[in-house]
């Protein structure tokens, strides 16, 4: 079985531009959240969708926005880049919302120049 | 709000144990979880304990809770070189996400 499974796994992005990263969680799972790790620290929650559904949402401004289609795939979708979005985006899957496994894809690497 | 503190370095020698430690804020957490992160990779989950419970043990991972003093430990026994790499510590948030701590980096010398 495939886990999960982000794309691109790198970008370089221009400040000003938009972005959108694709993640494809483990086959029947129906929950998807997003994180954000900063280069040294540990990832911040921004989203979660259930059921195509948002369920959760972190502490980050409106650029950031996401969804989730039909078949539980998601986008993070962000506009007008800044330098300070540079970070590894990591997209996790569980099979609920309060699930005790979650499961990590390798993470897209985006960079803002 | 919920918060998660970890020392952020540790260095052991191959076939020592190392002991990591966590605090944490949220009394209202269900679960506690410990994930490994290698360069350039995502995060492994390594192992949780349910909030009721004191210990728990899988192979060489011993984790620790001490409820009242909000305080989880992974304890790795007969450290190797291949568990170099960062851990995090995390707590849930009713379920929704996660919580994670800064990560403490572990460095196995030889």
């Known amino acids: 079985d495939a886990g999960v499974t982000q794309s691109p796994t790198h970008l370089i992005k221009t400040r000003g531009q938009q972005v959108t990263l694709r993640c494809s969680p483990i086959s029947g799972h129906k929950s998807v959240s997003w994180y954000q790790q900063v280069l040294g620290q540990g990832p911040q929650f921004i989203f979660q969708?259930?059921?195509?559904?948002?369920?959760g949402r972190g502490n980050f401004p409106d650029r950031f926005s996401a969804r989730q289609f039909p078949n539980y795939s998601s986008e993070l979708n962000v506009n007008a880049l800044l330098l300070g979005d540079s970070a590894l985006y990591l997209c996790?899957?569980?099979?609920?919302?309060?699930?005790?496994?979650?499961?990590f894809g390798q993470g897209t690497r985006l960079t803002v120049v | 709000g919920e918060d998660v503190e970890q020392s952020l370095f540790l260095s052991v020698r191959e076939g020592d144990s190392s002991v990591i430690n966590c605090t944490y804020t949220?009394?209202?957490?269900?679960?506690l979880y410990w994930y490994k992160q290698e360069p350039g990779a995502g995060l492994q989950l390594l192992t949780y304990?349910?909030?009721?419970?004191d210990m728990k043990q899988d192979q060489r991972l011993t984790v620790l809770l001490n409820k009242k003093d909000k305080h989880l430990s992974l304890r790795i026994a007969d450290t190797q070189t291949g568990d170099s790499a960062i851990y995090f510590c995390a707590e849930d948030n009713y379920g929704q996400n996660f919580v994670f701590g800064p990560g403490t980096r572990l460095s196995v010398l030889p």
């Open positions: 304990i349910f909030s009721n419970m």
């Open positions: 996790a899957s569980s099979l609920g919302t309060a699930d005790t496994e979650a499961f």
């Open positions: 949220d009394s209202s957490s269900t679960y």
């Open positions: 969708y259930y059921e195509k559904e948002e369920r």
